[in-house]
Protein backbone atom coordinates (compact mmCIF):
# COMPACT_ATOMS: atom_id res chain seq x y z
CA UNK A 1 0.00 0.00 0.00
CA UNK A 2 1.51 3.61 -1.34
CA UNK A 3 1.72 6.11 1.70
CA UNK A 4 -1.82 8.11 0.45
CA UNK A 5 -4.08 4.70 0.48
CA UNK A 6 -4.49 5.05 4.22
CA UNK A 7 -6.52 7.91 4.04
CA UNK A 8 -9.74 7.90 3.63
CA UNK A 9 -13.28 9.65 2.15
CA UNK A 10 -13.88 10.71 -1.61
CA UNK A 11 -14.53 13.86 -3.43
CA UNK A 12 -17.92 13.35 -3.68
CA UNK A 13 -18.34 11.79 -0.64
CA UNK A 14 -21.50 14.19 0.43
CA UNK A 15 -21.16 16.77 3.42
CA UNK A 16 -23.77 14.74 5.14
CA UNK A 17 -22.06 11.44 4.82
CA UNK A 18 -18.56 12.95 5.75
CA UNK A 19 -20.47 14.72 8.49
CA UNK A 20 -21.48 11.51 9.83
CA UNK A 21 -18.15 10.30 9.74
CA UNK A 22 -16.33 13.10 11.76
CA UNK A 23 -19.57 12.62 14.19
CA UNK A 24 -18.53 9.50 14.81
CA UNK A 25 -15.61 10.03 15.66
CA UNK A 26 -16.34 13.19 17.73
CA UNK A 27 -19.00 11.83 19.87
CA UNK A 28 -16.42 9.00 21.93
CA UNK A 29 -13.93 11.72 22.04
CA UNK A 30 -16.39 14.23 23.98
CA UNK A 31 -16.66 11.62 26.81
CA UNK A 32 -12.47 11.05 26.36
CA UNK A 33 -11.67 14.45 26.88
CA UNK A 34 -13.19 14.79 30.47
CA UNK A 35 -10.76 11.60 31.30
CA UNK A 36 -7.57 12.36 29.88
CA UNK A 37 -5.44 15.22 29.57
CA UNK A 38 -5.62 17.73 27.10
CA UNK A 39 -3.24 17.89 23.75
CA UNK A 40 -3.93 16.09 20.48
CA UNK A 41 -4.98 12.60 20.65
CA UNK A 42 -5.90 9.69 18.71
CA UNK A 43 -9.76 9.64 18.24
CA UNK A 44 -12.19 6.45 17.33
CA UNK A 45 -13.46 6.85 13.77
CA UNK A 46 -16.02 5.34 12.22
CA UNK A 47 -13.67 2.78 10.17
CA UNK A 48 -12.91 1.24 13.62
CA UNK A 49 -16.83 -0.21 14.05
CA UNK A 50 -17.05 -1.26 10.81
CA UNK A 51 -16.08 -5.03 10.28
CA UNK A 52 -13.25 -4.95 7.67
CA UNK A 53 -13.71 -8.73 6.39
CA UNK A 54 -17.23 -10.61 6.07
CA UNK A 55 -17.38 -13.71 5.79
CA UNK A 56 -19.77 -15.82 2.84
CA UNK A 57 -21.28 -18.67 3.02
CA UNK A 58 -18.78 -21.74 2.48
CA UNK A 59 -18.69 -22.56 -1.44
CA UNK A 60 -20.34 -19.73 -2.43
CA UNK A 61 -17.96 -18.71 -4.83
CA UNK A 62 -18.56 -14.83 -5.14
CA UNK A 63 -18.11 -12.48 -8.43
CA UNK A 64 -19.79 -8.96 -8.21
CA UNK A 65 -21.09 -6.73 -5.76
CA UNK A 66 -23.26 -4.10 -5.70
CA UNK A 67 -24.62 -1.94 -2.62
CA UNK A 68 -27.95 -0.34 -2.10
CA UNK A 69 -29.27 2.08 0.48
CA UNK A 70 -28.34 1.99 4.23
CA UNK A 71 -25.92 -0.28 3.69
CA UNK A 72 -27.53 -3.01 1.93
CA UNK A 73 -24.89 -5.37 -0.03
CA UNK A 74 -25.63 -7.86 -2.59
CA UNK A 75 -22.96 -10.41 -3.44
CA UNK A 76 -23.95 -13.28 -6.42
CA UNK A 77 -22.62 -16.55 -6.95
CA UNK A 78 -21.05 -17.68 -10.03
CA UNK A 79 -22.16 -21.53 -8.40
CA UNK A 80 -25.79 -21.51 -8.69
CA UNK A 81 -26.80 -17.64 -8.96
CA UNK A 82 -27.93 -17.33 -5.78
CA UNK A 83 -27.94 -13.31 -4.51
CA UNK A 84 -26.36 -13.00 -0.92
CA UNK A 85 -27.78 -9.91 0.86
CA UNK A 86 -25.91 -8.86 4.01
CA UNK A 87 -25.80 -5.22 5.89
CA UNK A 88 -22.25 -3.67 5.43
CA UNK A 89 -22.45 -1.95 8.99
CA UNK A 90 -23.23 -5.02 10.80
CA UNK A 91 -21.78 -8.14 8.67
CA UNK A 92 -24.52 -10.00 9.25
CA UNK A 93 -26.68 -11.84 6.71
CA UNK A 94 -30.20 -10.04 6.06
CA UNK A 95 -31.70 -12.83 3.37
CA UNK A 96 -30.29 -14.79 0.21
CA UNK A 97 -32.16 -14.45 -2.96
CA UNK A 98 -32.81 -18.21 -4.84
CA UNK A 99 -30.88 -17.79 -7.91
CA UNK A 100 -31.63 -19.91 -11.06
CA UNK A 101 -28.91 -22.71 -11.07
CA UNK A 102 -27.06 -20.90 -13.37
CA UNK A 103 -23.80 -18.06 -12.58
CA UNK A 104 -24.63 -14.39 -11.59
CA UNK A 105 -21.75 -12.74 -12.65
CA UNK A 106 -21.65 -8.82 -12.43
CA UNK A 107 -24.51 -6.97 -10.71
CA UNK A 108 -25.72 -3.76 -10.28
CA UNK A 109 -28.39 -2.21 -8.20
CA UNK A 110 -30.39 0.98 -9.62
CA UNK A 111 -32.53 3.48 -7.54
CA UNK A 112 -35.65 2.21 -7.85
CA UNK A 113 -34.46 -1.11 -6.61
CA UNK A 114 -33.93 -3.45 -9.23
CA UNK A 115 -30.90 -5.53 -9.60
CA UNK A 116 -29.51 -6.15 -13.22
CA UNK A 117 -27.78 -9.19 -13.12
CA UNK A 118 -25.42 -10.67 -16.04
CA UNK A 119 -25.74 -14.12 -16.61
CA UNK A 120 -22.72 -15.46 -17.93
CA UNK A 121 -21.93 -18.59 -20.22
CA UNK A 122 -25.73 -18.04 -20.58
CA UNK A 123 -25.95 -15.25 -23.27
CA UNK A 124 -28.11 -13.07 -21.01
CA UNK A 125 -29.33 -11.86 -17.94
CA UNK A 126 -32.01 -10.80 -15.33
CA UNK A 127 -33.61 -8.43 -13.49
CA UNK A 128 -34.93 -8.85 -10.43
CA UNK A 129 -36.67 -7.26 -7.39
CA UNK A 130 -33.83 -6.44 -4.89
CA UNK A 131 -35.88 -7.17 -2.08
CA UNK A 132 -37.99 -9.60 -2.94
CA UNK A 133 -35.60 -11.69 -5.86
CA UNK A 134 -38.60 -11.55 -7.91
CA UNK A 135 -37.59 -12.11 -11.41
CA UNK A 136 -39.00 -8.72 -13.05
CA UNK A 137 -37.40 -9.50 -16.92
CA UNK A 138 -35.36 -12.41 -18.68
CA UNK A 139 -33.30 -11.39 -21.62
CA UNK A 140 -30.89 -13.73 -23.99
CA UNK A 141 -28.72 -11.50 -25.24
CA UNK A 142 -26.47 -13.61 -28.31
CA UNK A 143 -25.88 -17.56 -28.61
CA UNK A 144 -22.68 -19.86 -29.19
CA UNK A 145 -19.28 -19.20 -27.31
CA UNK A 146 -20.36 -16.18 -25.20
CA UNK A 147 -19.80 -14.11 -20.81
CA UNK A 148 -22.29 -11.53 -20.16
CA UNK A 149 -19.43 -10.06 -17.36
CA UNK A 150 -20.32 -7.06 -16.51
CA UNK A 151 -23.39 -3.95 -15.96
CA UNK A 152 -23.49 -0.33 -15.73
CA UNK A 153 -27.08 1.43 -15.25
CA UNK A 154 -27.11 4.70 -15.98
CA UNK A 155 -29.92 7.29 -16.23
CA UNK A 156 -31.26 5.85 -19.78
CA UNK A 157 -30.07 2.24 -19.63
CA UNK A 158 -28.29 -0.80 -18.79
CA UNK A 159 -25.06 -1.70 -20.17
CA UNK A 160 -23.80 -5.12 -20.17
CA UNK A 161 -19.95 -6.38 -21.67
CA UNK A 162 -19.44 -9.85 -22.98
CA UNK A 163 -15.66 -11.34 -22.70
CA UNK A 164 -16.13 -13.56 -25.80
CA UNK A 165 -17.66 -11.25 -28.17
CA UNK A 166 -16.96 -7.91 -29.31
CA UNK A 167 -19.57 -6.04 -28.55
CA UNK A 168 -22.20 -4.46 -25.82
CA UNK A 169 -25.69 -5.16 -25.01
CA UNK A 170 -28.66 -2.75 -24.62
CA UNK A 171 -31.62 -2.50 -22.40
CA UNK A 172 -32.69 0.61 -23.11
CA UNK A 173 -35.16 2.13 -20.44
CA UNK A 174 -39.04 3.48 -21.07
CA UNK A 175 -40.53 6.26 -19.29
CA UNK A 176 -40.55 6.26 -15.66
CA UNK A 177 -37.50 3.99 -16.26
CA UNK A 178 -39.40 0.91 -17.63
CA UNK A 179 -38.12 -2.18 -18.29
CA UNK A 180 -37.74 -2.81 -22.44
CA UNK A 181 -39.47 -5.92 -23.67
CA UNK A 182 -36.95 -9.13 -24.02
CA UNK A 183 -36.96 -8.00 -27.90
CA UNK A 184 -36.01 -4.73 -27.83
CA UNK A 185 -32.23 -5.24 -26.61
CA UNK A 186 -29.67 -3.32 -28.72
CA UNK A 187 -26.56 -5.24 -29.54
CA UNK A 188 -23.74 -2.44 -29.99
CA UNK A 189 -20.52 -3.52 -31.62
CA UNK A 190 -17.01 -2.60 -30.86
CA UNK A 191 -15.21 -0.76 -33.54
CA UNK A 192 -12.67 1.94 -33.68
CA UNK A 193 -9.16 0.41 -31.54
CA UNK A 194 -11.02 -2.25 -30.20
CA UNK A 195 -9.08 -5.18 -31.38
CA UNK A 196 -10.51 -8.75 -29.81
CA UNK A 197 -7.81 -11.12 -28.17
CA UNK A 198 -7.51 -14.37 -27.09
CA UNK A 199 -9.00 -15.29 -23.61
CA UNK A 200 -11.01 -12.59 -21.80
CA UNK A 201 -11.85 -9.15 -23.79
CA UNK A 202 -14.32 -6.55 -22.78
CA UNK A 203 -14.80 -7.42 -18.94
CA UNK A 204 -15.68 -4.00 -16.26
CA UNK A 205 -18.15 -1.34 -17.28
CA UNK A 206 -18.50 2.21 -15.81
CA UNK A 207 -19.64 5.34 -17.30
CA UNK A 208 -16.89 8.40 -18.13
CA UNK A 209 -17.06 11.16 -15.50
CA UNK A 210 -18.98 13.33 -17.66
CA UNK A 211 -21.80 10.78 -18.53
CA UNK A 212 -21.16 10.94 -21.72
CA UNK A 213 -19.53 7.69 -23.19
CA UNK A 214 -18.93 4.15 -21.22
CA UNK A 215 -15.29 2.86 -19.78
CA UNK A 216 -14.66 -0.77 -20.88
CA UNK A 217 -11.34 -2.54 -19.90
CA UNK A 218 -9.92 -5.25 -21.91
CA UNK A 219 -8.32 -8.14 -19.61
CA UNK A 220 -6.24 -9.47 -22.01
CA UNK A 221 -4.38 -6.45 -23.00
CA UNK A 222 -5.02 -4.20 -20.13
CA UNK A 223 -6.16 -1.50 -21.92
CA UNK A 224 -9.02 0.64 -21.27
CA UNK A 225 -10.90 2.32 -23.99
CA UNK A 226 -13.70 4.88 -23.93
CA UNK A 227 -16.59 3.51 -26.10
CA UNK A 228 -19.18 6.08 -27.55
CA UNK A 229 -22.88 4.40 -26.95
CA UNK A 230 -24.05 5.51 -29.74
CA UNK A 231 -21.35 4.27 -32.33
CA UNK A 232 -19.30 1.66 -30.59
CA UNK A 233 -16.51 3.23 -31.41
CA UNK A 234 -13.56 2.24 -28.62
CA UNK A 235 -10.81 4.71 -28.04
CA UNK A 236 -7.42 4.00 -25.78
CA UNK A 237 -7.79 6.21 -22.76
CA UNK A 238 -4.71 7.57 -22.68
CA UNK A 239 -3.17 6.88 -19.08
CA UNK A 240 0.67 7.34 -20.05
CA UNK A 241 1.27 4.27 -21.02
CA UNK A 242 -0.13 2.41 -17.92
CA UNK A 243 -1.61 -0.87 -18.85
CA UNK A 244 -4.61 -2.15 -16.28
CA UNK A 245 -3.28 -6.20 -16.08
CA UNK A 246 -5.83 -8.42 -15.44
CA UNK A 247 -8.24 -5.79 -15.12
CA UNK A 248 -11.98 -6.51 -13.53
CA UNK A 249 -14.49 -4.55 -12.16
CA UNK A 250 -14.64 -0.95 -12.57
CA UNK A 251 -16.36 1.98 -10.25
CA UNK A 252 -16.18 5.61 -11.05
CA UNK A 253 -16.56 8.34 -7.97
CA UNK A 254 -16.61 11.54 -9.76
CA UNK A 255 -13.23 11.74 -11.42
CA UNK A 256 -11.44 8.36 -9.88
CA UNK A 257 -11.92 5.41 -11.34
CA UNK A 258 -11.09 2.24 -9.45
CA UNK A 259 -9.82 -0.56 -11.39
CA UNK A 260 -9.90 -4.20 -9.50
CA UNK A 261 -6.98 -5.55 -10.80
CA UNK A 262 -8.20 -9.01 -9.75
CA UNK A 263 -5.00 -11.71 -9.97
CA UNK A 264 -2.74 -8.62 -9.11
CA UNK A 265 -4.89 -8.09 -5.69
CA UNK A 266 -4.60 -4.49 -6.35
CA UNK A 267 -7.02 -1.69 -6.93
CA UNK A 268 -5.20 1.24 -9.66
CA UNK A 269 -7.04 4.30 -8.38
CA UNK A 270 -7.06 6.73 -11.74
CA UNK A 271 -7.03 10.56 -11.64
CA UNK A 272 -9.78 10.97 -15.12
CA UNK A 273 -10.45 13.99 -17.06
CA UNK A 274 -14.40 14.26 -17.21
CA UNK A 275 -15.12 13.40 -20.89
CA UNK A 276 -12.58 10.27 -19.94
CA UNK A 277 -10.36 10.55 -22.24
CA UNK A 278 -7.36 10.41 -20.53
CA UNK A 279 -6.02 9.83 -16.64
CA UNK A 280 -2.97 9.50 -14.40
CA UNK A 281 -2.84 6.34 -11.81
CA UNK A 282 -2.71 8.01 -8.84
CA UNK A 283 -2.37 5.38 -6.20
CA UNK A 284 -2.57 1.70 -6.17
CA UNK A 285 -4.21 -0.32 -2.96
CA UNK A 286 -3.60 -3.54 -2.09
CA UNK A 287 -4.70 -5.40 1.25
CA UNK A 288 -3.35 -8.32 2.91
CA UNK A 289 -6.81 -9.89 3.09
CA UNK A 290 -7.22 -9.40 -0.88
CA UNK A 291 -7.42 -13.33 -2.13
CA UNK A 292 -8.33 -12.28 -6.17
CA UNK A 293 -10.58 -9.65 -5.45
CA UNK A 294 -13.07 -9.37 -8.46
CA UNK A 295 -15.27 -6.54 -8.05
CA UNK A 296 -16.06 -3.34 -6.17
CA UNK A 297 -18.58 -1.04 -4.34
CA UNK A 298 -18.92 1.95 -2.77
CA UNK A 299 -20.21 2.63 0.78
CA UNK A 300 -19.80 6.04 2.30
CA UNK A 301 -16.23 6.39 2.75
CA UNK A 302 -15.30 2.48 1.77
CA UNK A 303 -14.68 0.30 -1.22
CA UNK A 304 -16.16 -3.15 -0.84
CA UNK A 305 -14.77 -6.45 -2.72
CA UNK A 306 -15.40 -9.85 -2.93
CA UNK A 307 -12.84 -12.47 -2.82
CA UNK A 308 -13.26 -14.41 -5.90
CA UNK A 309 -10.22 -16.64 -4.83
CA UNK A 310 -9.61 -17.97 -8.57
CA UNK A 311 -7.11 -20.84 -8.82
CA UNK A 312 -8.26 -22.11 -5.16
CA UNK A 313 -10.50 -25.48 -6.13
CA UNK A 314 -13.95 -24.23 -5.03
CA UNK A 315 -15.35 -27.26 -2.80
CA UNK A 316 -18.66 -27.11 -0.59
CA UNK A 317 -16.05 -25.83 2.24
CA UNK A 318 -14.28 -23.40 0.88
CA UNK A 319 -14.29 -19.89 2.46
CA UNK A 320 -15.12 -16.86 0.73
CA UNK A 321 -15.35 -13.10 1.99
CA UNK A 322 -15.91 -9.54 1.16
CA UNK A 323 -12.87 -6.81 2.27
CA UNK A 324 -13.27 -3.29 3.13
CA UNK A 325 -10.82 -0.79 2.01
CA UNK A 326 -10.95 2.68 2.64
CA UNK A 327 -10.97 5.36 -0.01
CA UNK A 328 -7.64 7.58 -1.18
CA UNK A 329 -8.43 10.61 0.29
CA UNK A 330 -5.63 12.70 -1.43
CA UNK A 331 -6.83 11.02 -4.79
CA UNK A 332 -10.00 11.56 -4.42
CA UNK A 333 -9.90 15.40 -3.06
CA UNK A 334 -6.38 16.70 -4.43
CA UNK A 335 -3.40 17.90 -2.91
CA UNK A 336 -4.83 20.14 -0.63
CA UNK A 337 -5.76 17.06 2.18
CA UNK A 338 -2.45 15.93 1.76
CA UNK A 339 -1.41 17.21 5.48
CA UNK A 340 -3.61 14.41 6.61
CA UNK A 341 -1.98 12.26 8.92
CA UNK A 342 -3.30 8.38 8.87
CA UNK A 343 -4.56 9.01 12.00
CA UNK A 344 -7.14 11.24 12.71
CA UNK A 345 -6.03 12.97 15.79
CA UNK A 346 -8.50 15.73 17.93
CA UNK A 347 -6.73 18.84 15.44
CA UNK A 348 -6.79 17.08 12.09
CA UNK A 349 -10.08 16.60 12.91
CA UNK A 350 -10.76 20.39 13.64
CA UNK A 351 -8.86 21.31 10.62
CA UNK A 352 -11.08 18.89 8.46
CA UNK A 353 -13.89 20.47 9.69
CA UNK A 354 -12.74 23.89 8.68
CA UNK A 355 -12.09 23.39 5.54
CA UNK A 356 -15.41 21.08 4.46
CA UNK A 357 -17.57 22.78 6.80
CA UNK A 358 -19.52 20.05 7.86
CA UNK A 359 -19.92 19.79 12.15
CA UNK A 360 -17.43 18.07 14.54
CA UNK A 361 -20.13 17.24 16.65
CA UNK A 362 -24.22 16.22 17.31
CA UNK A 363 -26.11 17.18 20.34
CA UNK A 364 -28.39 15.08 21.54
Keep these: MTPMSGRIVARTLSAAALGALLMA ?3 PAAHAASQ ?3 GPQALPTLPNILPEVIALPDGFQPEGITIGPRGTAYVGSLA ?11 GEEITTLEGPGTPSVGLKIDNRGRLFIAGGPTGGA ?10 LQNYTFTEGPTFVNDVVVTHEAAWFTDSQQAQLY ?4 GPGGALPEPDAIEILPLSGDWEQQQGF ?3 GIAETPNHQALL ?3 SSTGILFRVDPETGAATAVDLGGYLLTNGDGLLVVGRTLYVVQNQLNTVAVIRLDPAGTSGELVDQITDPDFDVPTTIAKFGAWLYLPNARFGTPPTPDTEYSVVRINQCFVACFGPKFAWLPDALTEDALRRLHSEVHVPLSINP
Excluded at 80 to 90: L, N, P, R
Excluded at 126 to 135: K, L, Q
Excluded at 170 to 173: A, Q, R, S, T, V
Aim: net charge negative; charged share 15%; hydrophobic share 50%.
Design 80 to 90: DGDIYVFSVIT
Design 216 to 218: VVQ
Design 126 to 135: RVVDAATGEI
Design 201 to 203: NAN
Design 170 to 173: KLPF
Design 25 to 27: AAI
Design 36 to 38: APP
